[in-house]
């Protein structure tokens, strides 16, 4: 019984790979490396003392899928192969189109081809948009403001038409808020290629030395100190979502939509205090303009994923920055 995890060499998907293979489960990571590297199976290895199956490939690739599904005893997928720049989105509309959503409906189709029903989707809290009252519930108006938002949405009302039309499937749709941290072993974290586009990579380049300051994007919200204010969840946590899905999916079909957050909004500025609390080192920062397409500030009502997955965070900010101090500490250029 093996899990296939697409997208498994990537940042949220190396940390649950681990946790899948800590809980006895066989693994197949299918990935492009696209936006990984292939080293990344090494470590995760070496953290969990077994290896998962590694396919360089595309989630697109139709006879790719069918040559798996018919060597591999596959019983679920979690499908975290996708693209998430939101600055890149914009310039390249159908690349993400293609990638998030034909990726999507490729998969879907291969895995009822093959008799493979339960499905964990990788959503974004990006499909609410301008909150019109917060905590976001997973009931709250989905209305994504940029092209990356909308691909994430479409592709969750195709899983929700193909659970309608077929009661075989059991899907879970996961809305993650703002993933940080790392594995407490330090061996693997984010590694975004080139300028961090995200707050907390950007903080540890700068406390490493590979970046002169922080740019905080405005300080003149209406939030606690002004600056943006968001829902940082430990990508472990987010990680040990994923199990909690896959169990209730043993047990339940349809779909079921859940937050994956903490609850408790944390600002920029509280983010970086905690950083240098967390490693030692003065942050260099300018407030600048307001980046265009931010919300002032948004997070996770979190208590359905409680009540239906048996599920909640459990690391704090403090341990996020730690964590991910340690990995950006012992790996300053990454996986590289
Ligand atoms: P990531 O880029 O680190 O991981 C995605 C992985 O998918 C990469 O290893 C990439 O090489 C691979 N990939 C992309 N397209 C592929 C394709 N067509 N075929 C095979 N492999 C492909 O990103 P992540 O942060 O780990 O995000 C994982 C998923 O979670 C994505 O779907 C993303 O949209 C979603 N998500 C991420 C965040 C976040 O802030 N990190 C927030 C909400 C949702
Ligand atoms: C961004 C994406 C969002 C995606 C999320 C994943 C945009 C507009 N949105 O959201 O779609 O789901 O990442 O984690 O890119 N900040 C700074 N300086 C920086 C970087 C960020 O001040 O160098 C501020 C931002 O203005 C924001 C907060 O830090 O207030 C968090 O930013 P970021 O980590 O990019 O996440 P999101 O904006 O939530």
Known sequence: MTILVTGGAGYIGSHTVVQLLDAGHEVLVLDNLCNSKAT????????????????????????????????????????????????ECSVKPLLYYDNNVSGSIVLAEEMARANIYTLVFSSSATVYGEPVFLPYTEAHPLKPINVYGQSKLMVEQ??????????????ALLRY??????????????????IPNNLMPFLA????????????????YETVDGTGVRDYIHVDDLASGHLAALTY??????????????????????????????????IARQIVGRRPGDLPEYYAQADYAKRVLGWQAKHDVDRMCTDSWRWQSQNPNGFN
């Open 177 to 194: 808020f703002n993933p940080v941290g790392a594995h407490a072993s330090g061996h693997i974290g984010e590694d975004p290629s080139g």
């Open 40 to 87: 990344v199976i090494d470590r995760i290895e070496k953290i969990a003392g077994k290896r998962p199956h590694f396919i360089q490939g595309d989630v697109r690739d139709r006879a790719l899928l069918q040559e798996l599904f018919a060597k591999f005893a596959i019983t679920a997928v979690i499908h975290f192969a996708g693209l998430k720049s939101v600055a």
């Open 205 to 220: 380049q700068v406390a490493v030395g590979k970046r002169e300051y922080l740019s905080i994007f405005g300080d003149d």
């Open 158 to 171: 195709i899983l929700q038409d193909l659970a309608a039309s077929n009661s075989a499937w059991r899907i």
């Open 249 to 282: 999916l043993d047990q339940h079909a349809g779909v079921v939509t859940v937050n994956l957050g903490t609850g408790k909004g944390t600002s920029v500025l509280e983010l970086v205090s905690a950083f240098e609390r967390a490693s030692g080192k003065a």
